[in-house]
Nanobody, 125 residues
Framework: QVQLVESGGGLVRAGGSLRLSCAAS????????MGWFRQAPGKEREFVAT????????YYADSVKGRFTISRVNSKNTVYLQMNSLTPEDTGVYYC??????????????????WGQGTQVTVSS
């Protein structure tokens, strides 16, 4: 029903920056809570950041606070993740996710209804 397509991943040196984008289909984008998750090989998918439909409130995992910024442009049906001061521990596949409503469990995978296919981020030392 809702398709999400991530882009912007790549290879970057430690200390560098990347900006990920997630383009969403559909007419109800502004009503979706959006999130970013990441997954390293052999590890569980983990919460990175989330933002409310209007873009007025966002939350971050402790590991990325002060370094990453989530934002959205509803007129473009797009959510972004600006990643600064990257470290090798940030390496993984980054996934965009959409929640048709909102949830107190926004840190959990199960709170989200739709997922993109992911984009690889690799940070070298």
């Amino acid at each position: 029903q809702v398709q999400l397509v991530e882009s912007g991943g790549g290879l970057v040196r430690a200390g560098g920056s990347l900006r990920l984008s997630c383009a969403a289909s559909g007419r109800s984008f502004s009503s979706y809570t959006m999130g970013w998750f990441r997954q390293a090989p052999g590890k569980e998918r983990e919460f990175v950041a989330t933002i409310t439909g209007s873009g007025d409130v966002s939350y971050y995992a402790d590991s990325v606070k002060g370094r990453f910024t989530i934002s959205r442009v509803n007129s473009k049906n797009t959510v972004y993740l600006q990643m600064n001061s990257l470290t090798p521990e940030d390496t993984g596949v980054y996934y965009c996710a959409a929640d048709r409503g909102s949830s107190v469990y926004y840190r959990q995978v199960r709170a989200y209804d739709y997922w993109g296919q992911g984009t690889q981020v690799t940070v070298s030392s």
